[in-house]
């Protein structure tokens, strides 16, 4: 079993970055793979980014290729997402979530474990 726990949200100007960080508790974190999920008001959950375990595949939403990176470093049990070149669009709350089978597919597999998110607003 892993625990999720999001941190690193705040407010922001369009075009500045943000570093979302989401630590895992548990024995291991290696053997799963995460993604990067947000809500924005009003809206569905949307995918954002996954990552395998072993950091060797990525996978993103066409809305955030090329602005945002999502890495992971086990040793520290983490999982990032660098958030750069913000839109307004992007405000939203951000969910990490984790499974044990190593798909960076959006939503071919069901995502078991999720955190409780963060809040990222962007501003103009």
């Known amino acids: 079993q892993v625990q999720l726990r999001e941190s690193g949200g705040g407010l922001v100007q369009a075009g500045g970055s943000l570093r979302l960080s989401c630590a895992a508790s548990?024995?291991?974190?290696?053997?799963?793979?995460v993604a990067w999920f947000r809500r924005a008001p009003g809206t569905e959950r949307e995918f954002v980014a996954a990552?395998?375990?072993?950091?060797?595949?990525?996978n993103y939403a066409d809305s955030v290729e090329g602005r945002f990176a999502i890495s992971r470093d086990d040793s520290a049990k983490t999982v990032y997402l660098q958030m750069n070149s913000l839109k307004l669009e992007d405000t939203a709350v951000y969910y990490c979530?984790?499974?044990?089978?190593?798909?960076?597919?959006?939503?071919?597999?069901?995502?078991?474990?999720w955190g409780q998110g963060t809040q990222v607003t962007v501003s103009s």
């Open positions: 990552i395998s375990w072993s950091g060797g595949l990525s």
């Open positions: 548990g024995r291991t974190f290696n053997n799963y793979a």
């Open positions: 979530a984790a499974r044990r089978i190593n798909s960076v597919n959006a939503d071919r597999y069901p995502w078991d474990h």
